[in-house]
């Protein structure tokens, strides 16, 4: 290959890598998540209790009251998992919307999701986090959809914070999204509230450019 082809192919390479990385996207809209906020499992009383594995009855920690949680429809609860009310035994702030919040202590707790969403849409998450101002401290959580790890965040105590995971085209393979703790060892618990996505889908006009960019790599490499 020449000099000169292969500054052609350079030039060609980058162009490329423009293209891609300049993808337009059209159409965003909102991912449908079934009760983003937790609310849907109510507590009784509704400030104080906490709730492992919200599916019936569990005990609390509010004296020697129990707490109820009609269960939260769409979210699934590891071990480790459950529901805490407003400044529950959990050491957990009021939250940032509503009464409840998801509490992850341990590793390999998990709160998780299956979601409605079409191959190639480009997904990403938001969340409020806060990590317990008690015990050990905060969990390290994992988010992961697809199969496939979209953050790591150990959110501080004191306060809730909003976190966004890095943007992820769906590939097919598992809509589930799961929040996972990732601390080992200890007591460390994070607390997770107003869970929200979005999803894109790329311009067709996108892959004209590419299938344009790619050609010309063909031409000239066979130069």
Known sequence: MSLTSRISLSTALSLAALSFSGIARADIVPVTINDPSFENGVLNPTTGAYCYSPLGSCPGNSGSTAALASGTP?????????????????????????????????????????????????????????????????????????????????????????????????????????????????????????????????EPGTFGMLLSASGLLILRSEE
Not at 92 to 120: C, E
Not at 185 to 198: K, P, Y
């Open 74 to 202: 769409g979210w699934t609860f590891g071990d480790g998992s459950g529901l805490a009310g407003n400044n529950s035994g959990f050491n957990n702030n009021t939250a940032p919307d509503g009464n409840n919040v998801a509490f992850i202590q341990g590793a390999s707790s998990t709160v998780s999701q299956v979601l409605n969403l079409s191959v190639g849409e480009v997904v990403q998450f938001s969340f409020s986090a806060m990590g317990r101002n008690a015990q050990d401290g905060p969990n390290e959580l994992g988010v992961f959809f697809d199969g496939t790890q979209v953050g790591d965040f150990t959110p501080a105590t004191g306060s809730y914070q909003t976190f966004t995971t890095d943007p992820y085209t769906f590939t097919g393979i598992d809509e589930t999204l799961t929040f996972e703790g990732l601390t080992v060892g200890g007591d460390h618990t994070s607390f997770v509230d107003t869970v929200s996505g979005t999803a894109a889908t790329p």
